[in-house]
């Protein structure tokens, strides 16, 4: 089976009125082959309202991320509600246990990490990061927002960034979509 490294995404709020979330461009075919450098893992939804980011399976995203949606107007636009049921359906759903990804989804009020597991993880703070780099992204996001009056746009590429010089399945071409 061949498997695909897809990704670093990293989400950043400070305060209602500026959340941002971005994901390098890359995709690499096993272990030594870079498939794509210009992908968008990354996009707004829900009439520009939620942002959404995944790392995985990139089929599988888009359909979770279409799901999402569909949760989304069936909740009328209650993130954290959308979120459990999209998470109850993916686990118990035989057809769906076998996607493959992980997702960050944000609105005005928090950002939420949905899995396959059925995990619904509100983060500490108010940013968090998945994927290959996630780690990296992570420390970085974690020391720039805690230390800096950066804002969340410019945390998320610069934390993108520094991930990108450390992990092999994230590169420099970055993509952020802000709220």
């Known amino acids: 089976m061949i498997q695909l490294h897809a990704t670093t995404i990293c989400c950043v709020r400070r305060g209602r009125d500026d959340i941002a979330i971005g994901g390098d461009g890359q995709v690499t075919m096993g272990e030594t082959a870079i498939m794509k450098n210009g992908a968008v893992k990354v996009k707004k939804i829900f009439g520009g309202r ?21 949760k989304l107007e069936e909740h009328g636009g209650n ?10 359906a993916w686990r118990s759903d035989q057809g769906m246990r076998s996607l493959e990804a992980l997702m960050i989804v944000a609105d005005r009020e928090e950002i939420l990490i949905i899995s396959g597991n059925g995990e619904i993880i509100a983060p500490d703070q108010d940013f968090v990061a ?34 990108s010089s450390i ?9 952020v979509e802000k709220l």
């Not at 990296?136 to 805690?146: E, T, V």
């Not at 992990?167 to 993509?175: G, L």
């Open 130 to 163: 998945i994927g290959s780099g996630g780690n990296y992204a992570y420390s970085a996001a974690n020391a720039l927002f805690n230390h800096t009056d950066m804002r969340a746009e410019d945390i998320v590429r610069e934390s993108l960034k520094i991930a």
């Open 79 to 88: 993130l954290r509600r959308a979120a459990v049921d999209l998470a109850q």
């Open 167 to 175: 992990c092999v399945y994230t590169n420099d071409h970055i993509t």
């Open 50 to 70: 939620v942002l959404t980011g995944f790392a995985g399976s990139v089929a599988d995203a888009f359909t979770l991320t279409e799901m999402f949606e569909k």
